[in-house]
């Protein structure tokens, strides 16, 4: 596909499985938000990248959006690595730090551990991921408020990909997130149970 169609790259590695699923469900839902609407919005989701510099490469090609589904982790020194789960999947997320390390012209939606990435934002593009007091992305975080941004993108009849949407589809996820943390609240009032609240959606830059 060439590149310059491609509006969502869906970015894993091989063998990932928890990643591959999460991804795949994207596409789908990708695919059938935009049915009987135009514009289309192309997705590219390889599976096969097995190695920390071809997900280095696909990170650098041109999309509007770019979700990164991996793991992640800080060494002792505070580098933070993307990681899967094959042996020589880790790429140190400083080798995309640097201007034209990432393709993405509006946003970076980072399904990931660890999340801290202020230093790879490029100028005019977001670097978006949950924001939890432990700084750990579960798989229900990913599917309830991180795949929430895409729907709420892919929701609008013109398809807009802009910053300016991103910014507006993160509000209203928050916004819906808010509503359904205090509902959560209320259902556990008089009780011993604690509430299941879902993580709001942070950015860099403000």
Same mark, same amino acid.
């Given at each position: 596909?060439?590149?310059?169609?491609?509006? %969502?790259?869906?970015l894993g590695y091989k063998g990932f499985e928890v990643s591959d699923r999460f991804l795949h469900g994207l596409e789908q839902e990708?695919?059938?938000?935009?049915?009987?609407?135009? =514009?289309?919005?192309?997705?590219?989701? @390889?599976?096969?990248?097995? #190695?920390?510099?071809?997900?280095?490469?696909?990170?650098?090609? @041109? +999309?509007? %959006? #770019?979700?990164?589904?991996?793991? +992640?982790?800080?060494?002792?020194?505070?580098?933070?690595?993307?990681?899967?789960?094959?042996?020589?999947?880790?790429?140190? %997320?400083?080798?995309?730090?640097? =201007?034209?390390?990432?393709?993405? *012209? $509006?946003? %970076?939606?980072?399904? *990931?551990?660890?999340?801290?990435?202020?230093?790879?934002?490029?100028?005019? $593009?977001?670097?978006?991921?949950?924001?939890t007091d432990d700084l750990v992305t579960r798989g229900r975080d990913s599917v309830s408020v991180l795949g929430a941004v895409i729907?709420?993108?892919?929701?609008?009849?013109?398809?807009?990909? +802009?910053?300016?949407?991103?910014?507006?589809?993160? $509000? $209203?996820?928050? *916004?819906?997130?808010?509503?359904?943390?205090? *509902?959560?609240? #209320?259902?556990?009032?008089?009780?011993?149970?604690?509430?299941?609240?879902?993580?709001?959606?942070?950015?860099?830059?403000?």
């Amino acid at each position: 596909m060439a590149a310059r169609t491609v509006k %969502v790259r869906l970015l894993g590695y091989k063998g990932f499985e928890v990643s591959d699923r999460f991804l795949h469900g994207l596409e789908q839902e990708i695919w059938v938000s935009r049915w009987q609407l135009y =514009p289309k919005i192309r997705t590219h989701r @390889p599976e096969d990248i097995g #190695t920390p510099e071809r997900m280095r490469v696909e990170l650098t090609e @041109p +999309s509007m %959006v #770019t979700v990164v589904s991996a793991h +992640s982790y800080r060494d002792d020194e505070g580098r933070l690595y993307f990681c899967g789960e094959e042996p020589g999947q880790v790429l140190p %997320v400083e080798c995309v730090a640097r =201007p034209g390390g990432l393709g993405a *012209a $509006s946003m %970076v939606l980072i399904d *990931a551990c660890w999340f801290a990435l202020e230093p790879c934002a490029q100028p005019g $593009s977001l670097i978006v991921g949950v924001k939890t007091d432990d700084l750990v992305t579960r798989g229900r975080d990913s599917v309830s408020v991180l795949g929430a941004v895409i729907r709420e993108l892919c929701f609008l009849p013109d398809g807009d990909l +802009s910053i300016a949407a991103v910014r507006q589809a993160i $509000s $209203s996820v928050n *916004a819906q997130t808010e509503a359904r943390n205090r *509902a959560e609240h #209320t259902r556990v009032s008089g009780t011993r149970k604690k509430p299941e609240l879902r993580p709001l959606i942070g950015w860099y830059p403000d």
